[in-house]
């Protein structure tokens, strides 16, 4: 498999969705808070340190549910979520709507943001990055680069290491995963000019917090 070849293609789509099938996605958010994803998301927004006026980017947001802890705990952020997945997104909005909460969904994806230069005070990433080929993880990270404003940060919560996790095994077993993902995001952060790459600590299911500075 080289650097240009998606590795994810064999679903109908050109992305790898939430449960790995479209059939499986209603199953999402039982199934993630069972595992407890929300103790994730506590845990990444509490790292970004979002402030009053920041525009806060969640790349991936799938069903919704980080992107509106944020909405929920900082009222005064703006908050966006993007993802690829219509399906996904529809969820997400029937939530926000449900609980009156002020969120843009944007249909997009990582490698190609439909986002201005230096207009994003922080990006927010959960669960996400395992699902981008090589090439796309390259792109993503200039694109995060590109939106961050100076001295903005991104906070990436992702499988580490050569550790998969329950959760990426259960639902990623075809195509496979990269092997060694968790341990080159901070270098890949680098490659794609993000400054104060690194870890910020594991936590449960497998999971390593990234953080770096645009
Ligand atoms: C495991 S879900 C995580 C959803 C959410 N962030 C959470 O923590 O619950 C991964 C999400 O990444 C999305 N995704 C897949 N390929 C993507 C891409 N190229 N750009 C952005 N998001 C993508 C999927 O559609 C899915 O919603």
Redesign the pocket.
């Known amino acids: 498999m080289t650097e240009q070849v998606p590795q994810h293609t064999g679903h109908g789509h050109g ?4 449960m790995g099938h479209d059939r499986l996605l209603p199953f ?1 958010d039982p199934f ?1 808070r069972l595992l407890g ?1 929300r103790s994730l ?1 506590r845990t990444l927004a509490d790292q970004a340190d979002i402030a009053p006026g920041h525009r806060v980017l ?6 919704g ?2 992107a509106l802890l944020v909405a929920r705990r900082y009222r005064g952020a703006t908050v966006v979520g ?4 219509p399906l ?1 997104l529809g969820r997400a909005r029937r939530k926000a709507t449900r609980d009156s909460l002020p969120v843009q969904w944007d249909l ?4 190609d943001l439909p986002y201005p230069d230096a207009s994003v005070d922080r990006v927010l ?4 990055f395992h ?2 080929d090589r090439a ?1 993880k390259h792109r ?1 990270l200039s694109e995060i680069k590109r939106v961050l404003r100076p001295g903005g940060t991104l906070h990436l919560v992702d499988f580490g290491g050569h550790h998969r996790g329950l ?1 990426a095994r259960l ?1 990623h077993r075809d195509p496979p995963l990269e092997d060694d993902a968790g341990d080159r995001i901070p270098a890949r952060m680098r490659e794609a000019g993000l400054t104060d790459a690194g870890e910020l600590g594991r936590g449960r299911l497998g999971v390593t917090f990234y953080r770096a500075t645009g």
């Open positions: 992305y790898l969705p939430a999402y993630t994803v998301h969640e790349i991936g947001c799938g069903t549910n980080l993007l993802d690829p997945d996904a997009g994806s990582a490698g990433s959960a669960l996400m699902h981008l796309e993503a959760l639902t």
